[in-house]
């Protein structure tokens, strides 16, 4: 009986993983080839991608990219299999990779939210942050930037909510989180914010620097009345967080819906800056810009960061705000493509 040594069982696995890396998407290896020059680059950008589709309804999608994921992370492994060059916990993040495959390959069903899976996605997602620098080491770091200098245009990724018709830049080197509550647009309307990306740089000596985006469906049905103004928009938010137990010590710093510098998804915008105490991080700074669209919904993007690390990184949350985009009719279920892009 001939025997195959580990190298040819190596190769037969990777081949076979390899047959499901045709369907991926051409723009993410445009992506990959132009700004990384590792695997573990390629393994964020897919686990990236498998966390949009999740949200994008489309479970079979997100096996997909977390089997090329896996795959990428396989010839990782090979690139660095002198012991003394491979990354510390390697093993673990495969294990857990593989396992958030088979779970979701066993629990393959369209309705969400999915608790469990969330829990998976945001885990391994988690894990990674923690080869950022080595993913990150051929890239020029983000935050070494002023405001006077030219945005970065390569280490950034988009962000595509199709169901809910959001798009937004991240830096690539910050990490995609799924809220627990995140479900798909329904008919019945949300009585509070709808977080749907929440992006973070995952590190506590940096400030935790967190980037959301999210809406609040229908709110005409709460104020009563179509259309509803910009100010009735900032007094709900305003109460909302001034009577919000999340917020500990809320001191407001500005509150304003009468400043025409102001915009969002290319909608006159109100703005909100206050700061609160984290239990675990200390004193925390928040900026919220919120818009109306449609005379129904309203939109918001959130910015939050220590006190000491908020204006090093106001810049990178200023530039995410300007990408960030609106599809008006995918928000409620229309088929044309007319936008409205930030300006």
């Known amino acids: 009986m001939i025997r195959s040594s580990p190298a040819v069982l190596i190769i037969i696995v990777l081949s076979y993983l390899l047959l499901f890396s045709y369907q991926f998407d051409s723009n993410v290896f445009a ?20 966390i949009q589709t999740f949200q994008n309804n489309s479970t079979k999608e997100v096996i997909t990219y977390l089997r090329g994921a896996y795959t990428a992370l396989m010839v990782s492994a090979m690139n660095n299999s002198n012991i003394k060059n491979k990354p510390a916990g390697l093993d673990a993040l495969a294990f857990l990779l593989g396992h958030t495959i088979k779970f979701l390959s066993e629990n393959n069903t369209t309705a969400l939210p999915k608790n469990s899976s969330i829990l998976y996605l945001n885990t ?41 018709g959001l798009k937004v830049l991240y830096p690539y080197n910050w990490i995609i989180r799924i809220n627990n509550n995140y479900s798909l647009p329904s008919t019945s309307s949300y009585s509070h914010p709808q977080v749907i990306g929440s992006f973070y740089l995952p590190n506590s000596t940096e400030g935790l620097p967190f980037f959301y985006i999210g809406l609040n469906s229908n709110l005409s049905k709460q104020f009563k009345q179509f259309p509803f103004t910009l100010q009735q928009y900032l007094d709900k938010s305003l109460q909302s967080k001034k009577n919000s137990s999340a917020f500990p010590d809320f001191k407001l710093t500005e509150a304003t ?22 239990p675990t991080y200390g004193m925390r700074k928040l900026l919220e810009l919120g818009t109306i669209v449609n005379g129904s919904k309203g939109y918001f993007v959130d910015y939050a960061a220590s006190i000491e690390k908020f204006s090093k990184y106001l810049p990178i949350a200023q530039d995410m705000k300007d990408s960030f985009k609106i599809s008006i009719n995918s928000t409620d279920f229309n088929k044309t493509n007319k936008t409205a892009t930030i300006r």
Not at 38 to 45: A, D, T
Not at 257 to 278: Q, R
């Open 257 to 278: 819906a009468a400043n025409n510098n102001f915009s969002l998804g290319g909608y006159p915008a109100y703005e909100i800056v206050w700061t609160y105490k984290h």
């Open 124 to 164: 391994l997602e988690e894990q990674l942050g923690q080869y950022l620098p080595a993913i990150s080491s051929n890239v020029k770091n983000l935050t070494n930037r002023t405001a006077n200098t030219t945005f970065p245009k390569g280490p950034f990724l988009e962000y595509e909510n199709e169901p809910y």
């Open 31 to 50: 992506q990959t080839d132009r700004y990384y020059s590792n695997n573990l680059g390629l393994v964020k950008i897919l686990v990236d991608k498998a």
